[in-house]
Nanobody
Framework: QVQLVESGGGLVQPGGSLRLSCAAS????????MGWYRQAPGKQRELVAGITSYGTTDYADSMKGRFTISRDNAKNTVYLQMNSLKPEDTAVYYC??????????????WGQGTQVTVSL
């Protein structure tokens, strides 16, 4: 069984910064792509940023220049550095990982989510 555990969410003022972390644990062979998604109240879940096992990154347009995704393959951990936060960034942020098991099959897993609130 694979678990993704997120941390680092909280309340921050507009213009502030937060750093989210997501650590994968369990029994698996490797992790392919990892990413962050978010879901605001009444809205669909949307991609924030993704990163391949080689470090290639991709961002949603509204996050480019403000958010940075990175990963530590040795720790099976992905990070999201969020700067210049805006009230519209308020959402539950979810970690996602494509995990390869020892049979060679790849399955996607989700974390439980961490709340980010940007407000005065």
């Amino acid at each position: 069984q694979v678990q993704l555990v997120e941390s680092g969410g909280g309340l921050v003022q507009p213009g502030g910064s937060l750093r989210l972390s997501c650590a994968a644990s369990g029994s698996f062979l490797s992790i392919n792509a990892m990413g962050w998604y978010r879901q605001a109240p009444g809205k669909q879940r949307e991609l924030v940023a993704g990163i391949t096992s080689y470090g290639t990154t991709d961002y949603a347009d509204s996050m480019k220049g403000r958010f940075t995704i990175s990963r530590d393959n040795a720790k099976n951990t992905v990070y999201l550095q969020m700067n210049s936060l805006k009230p519209e960034d308020t959402a539950v942020y979810y970690c996602n990982a494509d995990v390869r098991n020892y049979y060679g099959f790849v399955q996607g897993y989700w974390g439980q989510g961490t709340q980010v609130t940007v407000s005065l």
